[in-house]
C-alpha cells in the first residue's frame, strides 16, 4: 500500500482533511510523494468512515424522494 504524508494526501485528493479523520504512523516513515521522513496516515478513523457513508445514505434518500 502507498504510504502518504497528509500534506500530500491532501494535495494529491485535492481536499483539506485533517489528522482527526485519519490515524496516522507511532514513527517517521517515508512519504512516497515528497520523499520526506513524516508521520504517514495508516487508516481512515471509524467514525470518520460511518458519518461518510451516513451522509452518503441521507444524499440517496432525498434523491429518491425527488424522483
Do not use: P
Not at 515528497?34 to 434518500?61: H, P
Amino acid at each position: 500500500m502507498a504510504e502518504f504524508c497528509l500534506n500530500c494526501w491532501n494535495k494529491i485528493n485535492e481536499t483539506h482533511d485533517s489528522k482527526w479523520r485519519y490515524a496516522l504512523s507511532w514513527d517517521k516513515d517515508l512519504c512516497e510523494e515528497c520523499g520526506q521522513y513524516k508521520r504517514v496516515i495508516v487508516t481512515e478513523r471509524f467514525w470518520s468512515r460511518v458519518q461518510r457513508v451516513l451522509a452518503d445514505a441521507i444524499v440517496n434518500m432525498q434523491n429518491q424522494s425527488k424522483s
